[in-house]
């Protein structure tokens, strides 16, 4: 273990933006783990001059924003590695009566990653070893850590549906714990561990994926590309040049496949974060009573919205508001500005601040308030 000290975070994340942290290190094993977090411990003789400074928990960085000013305490870059196939046949909810599962949730095969994994490294592990469930969450910057942490979601699919176990850090106990995916508390881009993010630290993950072919095509993108089986060729118009083009593609919906579609969606979607920096939608979709969706489809009968079957709300598609209504693509302020192809993700473009970063949040939040009394909860976490 080897801290450091006045570390520049800027290059650590997608945003690509941000000052330096005072104190940083990366850290492989739990052990190292733990000895990092003793450098802030109050009675420890060696460490930090003050006790009390904060800890951020570092992943890839694709969902962190840095202020300009940097960070008063110790960056921890979480780096445990490993992806292991642990059992073939692995059974859901070991400890529960096993008549009320089905066949498919029995033949799963258990993998356990160290948090500190690519996700997108893992989720091509998977496509290649024939294990279905991950690969509509295809080409999501982060680590496996980060995905359970927020529960990443993305073209019909969230990490949490292929989740076993979660293994974390508890600061407190000052020991592993091990949390079965029922006790993991995960919803839309939420969990356990989110909601206790000063106590425990992800350490392994465990996905039960599936021999069996279980294409999920529920995401109209996604669908639309697989639609013409019958065709091996379809016709699109390209939005952003206004010519049209012929795209050949497979149409059966393999592992590879689907995972080559979302990354071709992703592709459409998103900036490139070679050249410019994203952490991807930065506000939350909002969850709304079905009395105010029903108030506002009726406002914008256009408008799609999304039941929600863990809550009693019901999503509204912000982009949407973003777009048709308040006409915000390419919004900015100073470097930062709403992506032209999809308003909900926020880009830096090189020589933005994060100051530009958060008034022109802040100035969304404030539209979206005025327009139609949400109040926009971020999805983007600050390191502070
Ligand atoms: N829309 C517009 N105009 C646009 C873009 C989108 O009207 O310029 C409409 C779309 O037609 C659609 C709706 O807005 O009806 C929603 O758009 P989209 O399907 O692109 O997805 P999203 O709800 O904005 C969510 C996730 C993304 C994820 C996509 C795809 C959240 C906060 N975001 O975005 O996740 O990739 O679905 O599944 O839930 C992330 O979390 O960082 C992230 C990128």
Redesign the pocket.
Known sequence: MQIEEHVPLASLTTFGIGGEARYFVRVRTVEGLRESLDFLRPGSGQGAQNKNAPVYILGGGSNTLVPDSGFEGLVIKIEIAGIEIQEERYKKGEDSVSNAKTETEENKTLVVVGAGESWDGLVQYAVEHGLWGLENLSGIPGTVGGAAWGN????GASASQSVAWVEAYDRVQRELVRLDASLCAFGY?DSFFKQRASRYIITRVAFALSRVAQPNLV?K?LALRFATAQQSKITEQKTTSEVEVTIEQETEPTLANIRDAVLAIRRE?FPDLAIEGT???F???PIVSKEVAAALVAKYPHM?TFALPEAAGVKI????LL??VLQL?GFSVGGARLFE?????LVASRGASSADVRTLASEVQQKVSDAFGIRLEK?VQEMR
């Open positions: 990443i979601g993305a073209y881009r995401y993108d979607k952490a991807g939608s506000f939350k979709n799609p598609p912000l982009a949407w777009d048709q693509r192809h999809q308003p909900l993700v999805e």
